[in-house]
């Protein structure tokens, strides 16, 4: 597969060719429907999940039968490592979003792998940091912005990591609800429906089937109090 499929973002993108036919090669492929689970929350189970050509989102569990998402993952990222690492039970639960490829690898031979390829232990680490410094940002949010802007953060950022440009704008081809997009934004419902309300009243975005389009990037990002 092409060296340019997947995102520097993601594992296999940032990985040496040698070491992502190595990693993939570990695993066993598999195929998934839209809307199935890779991985649930609470079990205790130790493979890996490496997203081929896949798109998922990660949630987590809330009370009263509610579900946060915690992040969206796409192809070229790795799944289920800290459980891996850490022979503790799953933390969220990853469901995949369209018909998808990926490869599952058994707890020790991803540590096999890791051991054998220390350039790509790194970017393991790696990869965790980035996770983690996004959940700290995420949390230094929730304290220092109204939810408006945290609203409009969550989409600029999807939009950074998963558009795709298009003579409309940047297009991001992910059905997310308006319950999903609250919880990954720390706002009421019905505070995140007024601000995509405001900003496609604004020309800023405009919601489609499955997804929805940003038409002013620049704009956005001024809204978000993101940096240029």
């Not at 940002?137 to 912005?145: E, G, H, L, Q």
């Not at 706002?187 to 089937?209: F, G, P």
Request: hydrophobic share 45%.
């Amino acid at each position: 597969m092409d060296d340019t499929h997947w995102s520097v973002r993601t594992l296999l993108g940032r990985l040496a060719p040698q070491a992502r036919a190595a990693l993939l090669g570990a695993g066993v492929r598999r195929s998934y429907r839209s809307g199935e689970v890779l991985m649930h929350e609470g079990l205790l189970e130790t493979h890996v999940v490496v997203l081929e050509s896949a798109l998922a989102k990660v949630t987590a569990r809330l009370p009263k039968g509610r579900h946060a998402l915690i992040s969206i993952r796409i192809s070229g990222d790795i799944v289920g490592e800290m459980s891996a690492l850490n022979n503790l039970p799953r933390s969220a639960t990853v469901t995949v979003c369209r018909p998808s490829t990926i490869r599952v690898i058994g707890r020790d031979r991803f540590r096999d792998f890791l051991r054998q390829h220390a350039d790509a232990a790194i970017e393991v680490a790696g990869i965790v940091a980035d996770r983690l410094r996004a959940a700290n940002r995420r949390r230094v949010d929730f304290a220092s912005y109204p939810a408006k802007v945290r609203v409009a953060r969550a989409l600029a950022e999807i939009g950074a990591s998963h558009g795709h440009r298009t003579p409309d704008g940047i297009a991001v081809d992910i059905e997310l609800t308006q319950s999903e997009l609250a919880t990954l934004c720390g706002a009421a419902d019905i505070t995140v429906h007024k601000a995509l309300h405001d900003l496609r009243e604004a020309k800023l975005i405009d919601t489609v089937y499955r997804g929805f389009v940003i038409r002013d990037p620049e704009s956005l990002k001024s809204a978000a109090r993101l940096a240029s």
